[in-house]
């Protein structure tokens, strides 16, 4: 700090006792009142001890000031400078905490609370702090009262005299304390309630806990018992009268402000439910309708105020159901979800910021704590602690929890916590941000001991304890099950085998037993193999916890380790590319697909990792041709050239499968996306694209086996239907037709025959027996479908369409593309049926009425005896083939006058047509959800069964794994199924107004 002219001694002295504005504080010990802290160095000294000497100074002055004569400032300053306690308690406070200086000010006298300490006073319990409130009557004064209190517990805070925990449980029992004594002002203001009902207050939360931050709503429950005598709804009435004017007095701003707000929202049924309810009721709801997180909440009921004989019978009554909350099914997955949905609700620019809420923050130590809690608490009753730190120290006590993990643990959360404490004190303002002006960074880092560099250090103190949290939330709960198999600790306490059946049974594994079998399988030994896989295994229980099936998940990967764990490149990948690790645990629990690829090709897990496997990113197609025509040139025949070309299509179908999964999910880095249609759109292109390489790749194995290089007849594949749109699925057929032209000098019988020969081989050589997802060919598209020949010559085409096109074949070639083969002859086959499918001027009524007629009866006929026509994705109502015949009778009547209408794909036409005027936006945008969302169930199905299917499975763990890829926690299958018929049936109105003319 550069000051002009030449500085005072007072202003060096000053700077050097951490002074940041010497010159103000200079001006300020010039008067003649002040004369005595100027010169007495052990005032100066025990100032610039405080976390802000400045602000200290500052609330010094003002309190001098405040006293009413002369006699009275003496004796503050005589005080302070001969009593060293009162001079760190005062100034500490002072230095801390603008709130209480501004409060000293207002109550001048309120000091002499510092003056003299006697042992009691050093722990007061609820009790003493009752007696310090027992002469407020009104709110003004138990507000006074309550921050005369808060004085002393902060001065003991500031000074070291008490820890963080002595600190939190103090501000429960004042918390405790100021609810009897507003309970007791409410019962003295309405005596016929009084008489009239039984009320208990539960304290909730933190204040529960004993736990409690300086400043935080207290939340509460409320538990109401009819007198002797009176009706219950009059009795209810009442209590619910007491309990709303108890909440008024400690919630309302006065003059000296508010305590703070009391917050009934964790009552059943929240801000909706009635405030208060007998204990009976209470009951029924919780052992009929209570979610995970509302027996979660109870672990930190405690009775505080009003009946405490009613209060205690409510948590014995409610006890057993807590404790048997972890058998509920999805039970981990609940708690886990509610953490995630609380880190949601933080406003982006905040995140970095939360002490409490976010990423390694406060909430992931508590969460954590309270997830072991609940699993092990039920046999174990030393467990039920609600104080964090306690039930932290019993859990490692019984080998819940690494010793060496707990104390981590445990330093983190009280730095964090004293952070948090010391952030409130300052304006005595609930908040949980960390500030990021550098004068308020200082102050928080010198209240914490960090002297030499406060901001630097308190930086640095808080990154270092975050990380620690991050690290610790999941390992917490998965690492002694390693300890528990591997048993590399000698002499410190492991879960017995009871207990991690139960934790593995709580993370949703079905089979404990064989889950425990294959982590000794993989975590035992001294080898470098088991030490890594030791150091992986925590983080990958949690993604195998977080989907449908992790016996399967941790099943796989034991496979794949089995496979690959010698290969000094696979542990190399998952330990040190951070995405490969997660990608791999998300591929292997997702379903049946994507890990039966896998395994007929373990070297493919490479494709999961950051580095020069080509990642995730589907490859283009003209590097699919090259690699295809490769393997095939490789080839000693045709059957071995289509082994290589099968070997192609697992990889690039693992990788897609995988990418896809992968994006559904979402990982701890990038969350899934919001628009699903992009996903739709990326498995699509790539399953399309790699189903024609395949096909080419065959085409070329087949030529060169029986013609060498040259075919005697120019030969093209079209696709048509999903595969020419370029939306196959997973469990697609391909739709095709095959078309030749003979080369000059060529006779038409000998290039029939050929070209007929090749098709022959193509479908033989495709339908050889395989372990690999099968590519069926399917022809039935062509003229005359299963009567007419399978191949015809572009001539034959020609003369075909000419004459005996019906207007459903014209629809069919909507979907027209060439694929593979002879490019000139697959592109002169398009301008050929352009004009059947774009036709000049659109569609009669005739033909608009047999499109209409065979959709009816499509979908009379063809959908399978006993489906829900609501949950089929094909034939179903606003499944697949309402939206896209609809979008197909657009293009039949406006393609010719529309260039957009003129693609082979779906999504393309639909936002072309409503790009025209053709479809509302609203109504377009209706259509593409169901039609997005129809593909992508279509997609689920054979991810999860490894075989195709149009309706959602029937078996509950196949049906929530469709819905963990479709975005859905674990137990809401019954969302999934509603939304889907919602977006369904929406999409029906859209194709009966637009399709049908309704």
């Not at 005072?8 to 010497?22: A, E, I, M, V």
């Not at 009435?237 to 917050?263: F, K, N, Y």
């Not at 445990?410 to 004068?439: G, K, W």
């Not at 009425?849 to 009866?857: C, D, G, P, S, W």
Request: hydrophobic fraction near 45%; include cysteine.
């Amino acid at each position: 700090m550069s000051v002009p002219g030449r500085r005072s001694s007072t202003f060096t002295r000053l700077l050097r006792h951490g002074f940041t504005h010497p010159s103000d504080a200079e001006l300020l010990l010039e008067s003649d009142e002040l004369a005595p802290i100027k010169a007495d160095p052990i005032l100066l000294d025990a100032l610039g001890a405080t976390a802000d000497p400045d602000l200290a100074l500052h609330g010094l002055v003002q309190l001098l000031e405040a006293q009413s004569a002369p006699t009275a400032r003496r004796e503050l300053l005589d005080t302070l400078i001969a009593a060293k306690p009162l001079r760190d308690r005062l100034l500490g406070v002072l230095g801390a905490s603008a709130a209480l200086g501004d409060h000293l000010a207002r109550h001048p006298g309120d000091w002499h609370v510092l003056l003299t300490f006697e042992p009691q006073d050093l722990h007061p319990e609820v009790a003493d702090f009752e007696q310090r409130l027992a002469e407020a009557d009104d709110p003004v004064s138990l507000r006074i009262a309550y921050r005369r209190c808060l004085l002393s517990i902060a001065a003991r805070d500031v000074c070291g005299t008490i820890d963080l925990a002595q600190t939190a449980a103090e501000l429960a029992d004042l918390a405790t304390a100021t609810l009897r004594a507003a309970l007791a002002v409410a019962r003295t203001e309405n005596p016929e309630d009084a008489a009239a009902c039984r009320l208990a207050v539960i304290a909730m939360g933190k204040c529960g806990g004993h736990e409690l931050n300086y400043v935080s709503d207290v939340d509460v429950v409320f538990v109401g018992e009819a007198a002797n005598g009176v009706e219950e709804p009059k009795a209810l009435q009442a209590a619910t009268r007491l309990a709303s004017h108890m909440m008024r007095i400690c919630s309302e701003t006065t003059v000296e402000g508010s305590i703070w707000p009391v917050d009934a929202n964790l009552r059943p049924e929240g801000r909706n439910g009635p405030l208060v309810r007998t204990l009976g009721s209470h009951l029924a709801y919780y052992q009929r309708w209570a979610k995970t997180w509302e027996f979660q909440a109870l672990l930190k009921a405690r009775p505080v105020a009003g009946d405490i004989g009613l209060g205690e019978e409510y948590v014995a009554t409610l006890s057993p159901l807590v404790w048997g909350a972890a058998e509920r099914e999805n039970f981990v997955a609940d708690v886990q979800q509610m953490r995630r949905k609380v880190v949601a609700t933080i406003p982006l620019g905040e995140v970095e910021r939360e002490l409490k809420l976010g990423p390694g923050g406060l909430r992931d130590v508590e969460f954590a704590v309270q997830l072991l809690q609940l699993v092990h608490g039920r046999a174990d009753t030393t467990l039920r602690s609600g104080t964090t730190l306690d039930a932290l120290k019993a859990l490692a006590a019984g080998g819940y929890i690494g010793r060496a993990d707990a104390v981590q643990l445990d330093a983190a959360y009280r730095f964090l916590r004293s952070m948090e404490h010391r952030i409130q004190l300052y304006r005595l303002r609930r908040t949980h941000l960390v500030p990021e002006q550098e004068t308020d960074l200082r102050r928080l880092g010198r209240s914490l001991g960090l002297r030499t560099d406060p901001v630097g250090e308190l930086r640095r103190e808080w990154k270092r304890h975050s990380s620690v949290v991050r690290r610790l939330h999941e390992k917490l709960f998965y690492r002694p099950l390693l300890d528990a198999v591997a048993q590399l600790a000698p002499g410190e306490a492991r879960l017995s085998p009871d207990a991690a059946r139960e934790r593995l049974v709580a993370l949703g594994y079905a089979d404990p037993a064989a889950a425990l079998r294959h982590l000794e399988a993989l975590a035992s030994g001294v080898t470098r193999k088991a030490a890594i896989q030791r150091t992986l295994l925590p983080v990958l229980l949690g993604w195998f916890a977080d989907s449908a099936d992790p016996d399967a998940g941790l099943l796989t990967f034991r496979k794949v380790s089995d496979a690959l764990g010698k290969t000094p490149w696979y542990l190399r990948l998952l330990r040190d590319e951070g995405a490969a690790a997660e990608n791999l645990a998300r591929v292997l629990s997702a379903g049946r697909l994507a890990p039966d690829l896998l395994m007929r090709a373990p070297e493919a897990v490479a494709l999961l990792g950051d580095g020069d496997g080509g990642g995730l990113e589907p490859r283009p197609r003209a590097q699919l041709d090259q690699e295809m025509l490769a393997s095939v040139a490789r080839a000693d025949t045709a059957e071995q050239a289509v082994t290589f070309a099968r070997g192609v299509r697992r990889r690039e179908l693992f990788r897609t499968s995988a990418a896809d999964i992968v994006g559904s999910y979402g990982t701890e880095e990038v969350p899934a996306p919001a628009d699903q249609g992009a996903l739709i759109d990326l498995v699509g292109g790539a399953v399309s694209d790699l189903t024609a390489a395949t096909l080419g790749g065959t085409l070329r194995a087949v030529v060169r086996a029986g013609w060498g290089d040259t075919l005697p007849t120019r030969f093209a594949i079209i696709g048509m239907g999903r595969f020419g749109g370029h939306e196959l699925g997973y469990g697609s057929d391909a739709d095709v037709l095959f078309v030749h032209e003979p080369r000059e000098g060529v006779g038409d019988r000998e290039a029939a025959d050929a070209a007929n020969r090749v098709v022959a081989e193509m479908r033989r050589l495709l339908q050889i027996p395989s372990t690999d997802p099968p590519l069926l060919i399917d022809a039935d598209l062509r003229p005359e479908g299963k009567s007419g020949p399978l191949v015809r010559s572009l001539t034959s085409y020609a003369a075909y369409y000419r004459r005996w096109s019906l207007v459903w074949e014209s629809q069919a070639l909507l979907r027209a593309e060439p694929v593979a083969g002879d490019e000139d002859l697959g592109r002169r086959f398009i301008e050929l049926v352009d004009p059947l499918r774009y036709p000049a001027h659109g569609l009669d009524d005739d033909a608009v009425r047999e499109i209409r007629r065979l959709k009816a009866r499509m979908e009379s006929e063809r959908l399978p005896r006993g489906a829900d026509r609501t949950l089929h994705t094909k034939l179903g109502r606003g499944g697949l083939s309402d939206v896209e015949w609809t979008v197909q009778l657009l293009q039949l009547r406006h393609g010719s006058e529309l260039p957009g209408l003129r693609t082979t794909r779906t999504r393309a036409a639909l936002a072309a047509a409503r790009a025209a005027g053709l479809v509302p936006d609203e109504e377009a945008a209706v259509l593409d959800e169901a039609w997005v969302l129809a593909s992508r169930v279509r997609n689920a199905v054979m991810l999860v069964r490894g075989r195709a299917g149009d309706t959602f499975p029937s078996t509950s763990r196949e049906l929530a794994a469709v819905g963990r890829y479709l975005g859905y926690g674990l137990g809401h299958v019954g969302d999934m199924l509603d939304d889907y018929r919602r977006v369904t049936r929406r999409a029906r109105t859209v194709v009966e107004e637009l399709f049908y003319g309704a």
